[in-house]
């Protein structure tokens, strides 16, 4: 049950993974003034997001590991309406997005990034983990399948930290990586900025549409069981 449980949340795991905004928004605390002490406490609250969503997600639906329980039908509902959702956002995202020849911008919350304060820091990994709708959704879905695989006890936390591990990856590998590697990391992580901010429009639409219609899937397998 344990495989069953983390095989049906790699693709959440790997979507929250893949934000390009979080990436971002660590890059340039990294790179600032205070990137050796900043970085780190953005990483911490970024898993500690992650952690506070699922914590809320077993307390509401801890009992949908039966079939039958109200809670696995309430949680197969908002699959199907979370999936439609996270499609039409992608279909969305894809219409408005960046041409060729316009200028992509760093949104204005993120200029003054790299001389963040420790506490904005903090608080900062915090909200664009836990307070972010898409990794939200992501997360609640994640657990839902863990729960619905029917794991209990040291079963249920191992497939919850690897979770946050897949989930996190980024966020800390980047950490990681500019504390281990110096300059020759700073400027590999501002290449891989670079690259996320030019194509964060196709990212989110590649996350988007195809963990929508795996959502939207299994809420209506579900439903027809």
Do not use: Y
């Not at 049950?1 to 990436?23: D, E, K, T, Y």
């Not at 997005?97 to 993120?110: G, L």
């Not at 497939?159 to 990586?177: D, E, N, P, R």
């Amino acid at each position: 049950m344990l495989l069953q449980a983390i095989g049906a949340l790699l693709p959440m795991a790997f979507a929250v993974a893949l934000s390009p905004f979080p990436l971002i928004g660590v890059v340039l605390i990294l790179v600032g003034g205070h990137g050796r002490r900043n970085g780190p406490l953005f990483a911490v609250g970024w898993v500690a997001g992650l952690a506070a969503i699922a914590a809320l997600v077993v307390l509401v639906l801890s009992g949908a590991d039966d079939p039958d329980s109200p809670s696995s039908a309430v949680a197969d509902w908002l699959r199907v309406f979370v999936g439609a959702v996270l499609i039409v956002l992608g279909m969305r995202k894809w219409w408005v997005r960046p041409r060729a020849d316009d200028e992509v911008e760093v949104p204005r919350w993120m200029a003054s990034l790299d001389d963040a304060t420790v506490g904005r820091a903090l608080v900062l990994g915090v909200l664009l983990s836990g307070a972010n709708p898409k990794n939200f959704v992501l997360t609640a879905s994640a657990v839902t399948s863990i729960i619905e695989a029917g794991v209990h006890g040291t079963e249920f936390a191992v497939a919850m930290i690897v979770f946050a591990c897949l989930g996190s990856c980024t966020v800390v590998g980047a950490v990681i990586a500019h504390l281990a590697g110096g300059r020759h990391a700073a400027s590999f992580l501002d290449r891989v900025r670079q690259f996320m901010v030019a194509n964060s429009a196709v990212i989110m639409v590649l996350v988007l549409v195809i963990l929508g219609a795996t959502i939207l899937g299994n809420g209506l397998s579900g439903l027809g069981r």
